[in-house]
């Protein structure tokens, strides 16, 4: 989408209208202990979701606003305001919108390049995931990935990603959709509305006052004029806010799965071999009715259990992995599944005698993780075995790691850890009852 903000856009009463016509539910906060509000440049947060960072403030919410870049970008033709000078405005513009909203916050500036943060995509992935954490209770806010500007979209697809990974719920706002786009397109199947109050307004309206360098010309220069016009700050001073619950997603692994055809390097690396052979060494029994494996990517390890298996269902969520298994398994039922949402149902009434996880648990959330030890729990048989392997090291771009996930599945729910090995790079775990192992000497 190209646009200009100086052409005359979509005026506010085509928005108002729309809005009014519809019944839109609205932006629930009773389940949030937690509000983070992504931005591509300073007054974004401000703009978007400024009434609904006002609101969860006064809710006693904690309110996170992170900014992608400093804004520097924004008169590229100015003859007074070197890139560096705007940018240091723009950082303390900020601060005080943001102190207006939400008195005692911090915003967080990540100083990715303005203009250019689709490059950057992955860091700010990287960035979000790391301070969303644990996201149950937990909204996540960012612009609109339909937003006709690239560094709206890049945070947004980051937040819809970070979403996944970390649980957080997400909603999106758009801002120069705004000024472009007709209302009647927009997706407001998804829409929620806030509707703002006479104090919420008011606070907002300051807040982007605040942002001087935006809403007034930095000189009589030219190349100073103002950027914000006054058509265009009528979507934001309106006495409401409109948001998108959009869909939620996260297609790296299966892109790690189609840009190569052994990602893991798992045909190939000692280590993967070596840990392949740990897992099967440390199985209590020498044969299974029925194993699970969650996760199996190429099929590797389903490979190497399946002679002890009379059944094997291997899952993966990517469809370049299970392709890539199904091949390597004609013996198996490989089905793409995304776990916890996945499980099979016909291994979900106590019938299955081993579930292994394999390098896999971290790139869950930690609530589908919880949900996928219940779902195990639920399906393993009485003598029923849970093999759980993973590496030990710094998982970066997702919220857990090898010892948190162990940390989790030792934990009520499932058997007790009977064999247990660890050494710099790998840990292994066994999960079983004691008195349903096998007699040594029988």
């Known amino acids: 989408m190209t646009f200009s903000p100086d052409a005359d856009g979509t005026p506010e009463t085509a928005w108002r209208g729309e809005v009014d016509r519809r019944d839109l539910p609205g932006v629930a906060l009773d389940r949030v202990r937690r509000v983070v509000v992504l931005a591509a440049h300073p007054d974004d947060e401000t703009l978007g979701a400024g009434g609904l960072v006002a609101r969860a403030h006064r809710l006693g919410l904690e309110v996170q606003v992170v900014v992608a870049t400093r804004g520097e970008a924004s008169h590229p ?9 705007l940018a240091a405005l723009r950082e303390t513009e900020l601060a005080d919108a ?40 937990t909204l996540l806010v960012a612009p609109w990935r339909g937003d006709g500007h690239p560094d709206h979209e890049a945070v947004g697809r980051a937040a819809a990603t970070a979403a996944a990974r970390t649980g957080a719920a997400l909603l999106e706002y758009p801002v120069w959709a705004r000024h472009w786009a007709d209302p009647a397109d927009a997706p407001w199947s998804t829409g929620r509305v806030l509707a703002l109050d006479g104090t919420e307004v008011a606070a907002k309206r300051t807040a982007i006052e605040r942002h001087r360098t935006q809403v007034a010309p930095l000189s009589p220069a030219p190349g100073d004029e103002v950027l914000l016009r006054p058509g265009f700050l009528a979507h934001f001073t309106a006495s409401y806010e409109v948001f998108w619950a959009g869909p939620t997603g996260d297609d790296a692994l299966d892109e790690l799965h189609a840009a190569s055809a ?68 004609p013996g198996a039922d490989v089905r793409r599944a995304a776990v916890p949402q996945d499980w099979p149902r016909d291994v979900a009434s106590g019938s299955a005698d081993l579930v292994v996880l394999s390098e896999v648990g971290y790139f869950l959330s930690p609530a589908g993780l919880d949900d ?59 999960l079983a009852d004691p008195s349903q192992l096998p007699d040594p000497h029988a």
């Open 77 to 85: 033709r100015s003859p007074t305001h070197p890139r560096e000078r």
């Open 98 to 137: 943001v102190e207006v909203l939400a008195p005692g916050a911090t915003p967080r500036v990540l100083g990715l390049p303005d203009g250019a943060v689709p490059e950057h995509e992955d860091a700010l992935l990287d960035s979000v995931v790391d301070l969303v954490g644990d996201g149950r209770a």
């Open 262 to 329: 052994d990602p893991w390097g798992v045909d190939r690396r000692w280590y993967e071999r070596r840990k392949r052979d740990l897992v099967l060494a440390a199985l209590p029994r020498e044969r299974f009715r029925l194993a699970v494996e969650v996760g199996c990517s190429t099929g590797a390890l389903a490979a190497d259990l399946l002679p002890r298996c009379d059944r094997l269902v291997a899952l993966d969520a990517s469809p370049t992995a299970v392709a890539a298994a199904r091949g390597r398994l």
């Open 372 to 430: 996928l030890a219940e779902r195990i729990s639920s399906s393993l048989a009485p003598d029923g075995v849970v093999v759980l392997c993973h590496w030990r090291h710094e998982v970066v771009g997702w919220p857990l790691d090898g010892p948190a996930v162990h940390a989790r599945l030792r934990g009520p729910g499932l058997p007790p850890v009977v064999a247990e090995y660890a050494d710099r790079d790998v840990e292994l775990l066994v």
